[in-house]
């Protein structure tokens, strides 16, 4: 069982950056892959970005690569998203998100946090 909590969120410009941190409880981070997906209104919930356990590995979406960054801190236990070159339609819920392996974390992730709120203006 993993908890998550992700912070960061906010209002920036376009163009600016923000940094997305997600937090974890418990002794298992590391054996989790982690991921982050975004949910704009009226849309269906995306993935955007993942890393493996190591973190030695990471995928992103067409749409963010080149502008985000995934990493993780295993002694930290937390995960964090880079966020430059922000776009208006990079506005959207962005939720962390952990699975066994990167293909489930990717797909279908086992858990989740409650989401953090990032709207980009133009």
């Known amino acids: 069982q993993v908890q998550l909590v992700e912070s960061g969120g906010g209002l920036v410009q376009a163009g600016g950056s923000l940094r997305l941190s997600c937090a974890t409880s418990?002794?298992?981070?590391?054996?989790?892959?982690m991921g982050w997906f975004r949910q704009a209104p009226g849309n269906e919930r995306e993935f955007v970005a993942a890393?493996?356990?190591?973190?030695?590995?990471?995928r992103y979406a067409d749409s963010v690569k080149g502008r985000f960054t995934v990493s993780r801190d295993n002694v930290k236990n937390s995960m964090y998203l880079q966020m430059d070159s922000l776009k208006p339609e990079d506005t959207a819920v962005y939720y962390c998100?952990?699975?066994?392996?990167?293909?489930?974390?990717?797909?279908?992730?086992?858990?989740w946090g409650q989401g953090t709120q990032v709207t980009v203006s133009s």
């Open positions: 418990g002794r298992s981070f590391i054996s989790y892959a």
């Open positions: 890393v493996t356990l190591d973190g030695g590995v990471t």
């Open positions: 998100a952990a699975g066994l392996s990167l293909a489930v974390v990717t797909a279908k992730p086992g858990y």
